[in-house]
């Protein structure tokens, strides 16, 4: 097997072990440090595909960013050092069973699909993909700019505690 | 590099985001777990444009957008959980019934 097999592989096992973590852990902070590897493996699969302008983006975005800002959020959780309330047994068995079977249908549809020949190349450069942004695909880069300035501005909004006698705004 | 492994790790990282949303009680952890759902998906995008040699800087710009939308959607959902906080003192979605019928 190639180099980037191999790395396709560990950082496979990476990913799924943090995201495992990410969502099996009671503890709302380790939950956080899960998602941060599993989003470090996610970042090595691009990497062992070829997108290493993806791979840069995924480790500066999510594990730099999301991770930190959820971590503001975790003082919002249930405190850590008071016992758990109690599960109900029947919605974690649910839970389970739908998401293993949505998981198994999409797996046997992988299975069966006949898949267009395998011929890997094309220029996955970042500077091409820049290119691309701001020719092709201008439109969608000006909207998503444009969407996440509405968004960080709502973000302010809904968060910010309305002032006695101001109105709400 | 063989595409369906790629896709299956991908369907696996799914199937462990879905199970999140729907066992989880904190809307932090949801949210956690949406993120790893929306990351699969960018695996499956990269992966198909890459392998298939179809246009992989496409598959690129695509997740990129990807991306820029997710974030502004954890800037939306962490203000609304503090806003939720502080109107409710909880984030146990188990306890936000109140628009219950």
Redesign the interface.
Known sequence: M?V??WI?LAS?AV??SG??L??GLRN?FH??LG?AL??LG?AG??A????D??AA??VL??VG??AI??V???M???PLDQPH?PRNRG??L???V???G??MT??RV??QAQ???????????AA??GT??LTD?VL??EL??V??L???M???M??R?ARPGRGTW | ?N???????A??????????L???R?L??M???L??ML?SI??NV??LT????????????V???F??????????A??????I??AAHD??VEHLSELKG
């Open positions: 190639s980037a097999g396709f496979a990913a799924l995201a495992l990410a969502v709302i939950n956080i998602f599993a989003m996610v699969i691009f062992s595909l070829g997108s302008f993806l983006v995924f975005v999510y960013a999301v800002a959820m503001y959020a975790v919002l959780s249930h309330r919605k974690i649910a839970a389970a739908v998401s293993a949505v998981a999409l797996w992988l299975q898949w267009p020949a395998l011929v890997p190349g094309g220029d996955n450069g091409l993909t691309r942004f695909y969608a880069f998503v700019s969407l996440l509405v968004a960080m709502g973000a302010i809904v968060a505690r | 590099m595409l369906p492994l790629v896709l299956g790790v369907t696996a990282l799914f199937g462990i985001g879905l199970y999140g729907l066992q989880r904190s932090v952890a949210l956690i777990a993120e790893l990351a960018s695996i990269v992966a890459t392998l298939t040699g179809q246009d992989p800087s496409m598959g690129q710009v997740v990129l957008i991306v820029g939308v997710a974030a502004a959607e954890v800037a939306i962490l203000s609304l959980f503090v806003a906080h502080r984030i146990d």
